[in-house]
C-alpha cells in the first residue's frame, strides 16, 4: 500500500480503516480517547505505521518526535526496536512497551544525539507546532524549519524521516498547522533530505476537512541520501 508522498484521498480512509482492521490494532492500541473521534489524526497513525513497515529494517533505531498520547512509539517498539518518544510535557501514556518516554524539548534532545546516529525519525502533525514564535515576532514555520535541519544533523545517510501533516489545499495558511505541502517539501530539502518519489497531489481527489476550509492531510517519506 503506497501511501507516502501524497494527500490522503476518500479512497484511503476505507483502505486505513481495512488495514486497522485486519491488523487487530482495536483491542492493542485503540484505547478509549477522544482522539480517536477525530478522522484525520488516525489516519495519520496508521499511516505512519504502513509507511515504516514498508522501510523497516533489523536493528533500526527510531525516534518519535512529540509523541502525546500516540501509539505510533510503541506500535514500533512492539516490533523490538530501539525507541524514542519524545514530548516536553507528560502525558501518561496508557501503552505498556519498551519504548523509551522522554519528557524533554525535542530541539534540546536533538542536541545530545550523535551525528548520523538514527535511522528513523517519525512525526505525526507536532513539529509544525514547534517554535512558530521567534521573541514576539511569527516567523512562518521556524519550528519545522529548525527540526529539518536538526533532523538531517543526526539522521544516518540512508535513514528517514516520516512526516504526516495537516496540509492546506488553499494558501490560505502561511503559518503554523494548515501549511502549504510544497512549502514542507522545500524546506526539508533546503535542509538537505529529499523525498523518497515524487509528490501526488490531486486536490481533485483528496479528503478534505471541511471544517478546517479545505485542509487535507498528507504524508511524506524523506531520506538522507547516502
Known sequence: MDIENRILTVADLKLLEEYKIKNNFTERYYHPHPMWEDIDIYCKWLSTIIIFNKIKQSGMKVSDLGSGDSPIPHIISDQGYNVDAIDIKDCNSPYQSLAVMVLRDAFEYLKEYDYNSIDVFTDVCAAIHFDIMDGNKH??????RNIFESIYKVLKPG???ICCSDISLTNDYP???WINPYDIIRMAEESGLTLTSEYNYNIDDAWVRIDQNHVGVSNFLFTKKI
Open 139 to 144: 516567523t512562518p514555520n521556524k519550528g519545522l
Open 159 to 161: 535513514g528517514y524521516f
Open 175 to 177: 503559518i503554523g498547522e
